[in-house]
Nanobody
Framework: QVQLKESGPGLVKPSQTLSLTCTVS??????????WSWLRQPPGKGLEWMGV???????YYNPSLASRTSISRDTSKNQFFLQLRSVAPEDTAVYYC??????????????WGQGTQVTVSS
């Protein structure tokens, strides 16, 4: 059973960079045809897909966030990462890592982290 767990600071100041880690257990992030996504849900709003990194290292971003977002991985630690630059209060959300069911653009997810609250405030 694949398990995902997000970690990172819960409070980030405006204009700074939000950095989160997703630690994966029960499976390797390099296993064929698995993809590893970041999503977020602002308070009172729906889920927003931010981007995904594949088993092969290919990365796809939500075009609306691409200019501020970086996704990377450390295969030796079985972790993948999210960086969101120049944050503003509207970036306040619960951030999730999750595994799409079949391909990188699939919006059905088989495995989820528990989510981590990030608040952007001075």
């Amino acid at each position: 059973q694949v398990q995902l767990k997000e970690s990172g600071p819960g409070l980030v100041k405006p204009s700074q960079t939000l950095s989160l880690t997703c630690t994966v257990s029960g499976g390797s992030i390099t296993t064929g045809y698995y993809y590893w996504s970041w999503l977020r849900q602002p308070p009172g709003k729906g889920l927003e897909w931010m981007g995904v990194i594949g088993y092969d290292g290919k990365i796809y971003y939500n075009p609306s966030l691409a200019s501020r977002t970086s996704i990377s991985r450390d295969t030796s630690k079985n972790q993948f990462f999210l960086q969101l630059r120049s944050v503003a209060p509207e970036d306040t959300a619960v951030y999730y890592c999750a595994t799409p069911r079949s391909w990188w653009g699939d919006r059905r997810y088989d495995y989820w982290g528990q989510g981590t609250q990030v608040t952007v405030s001075s």
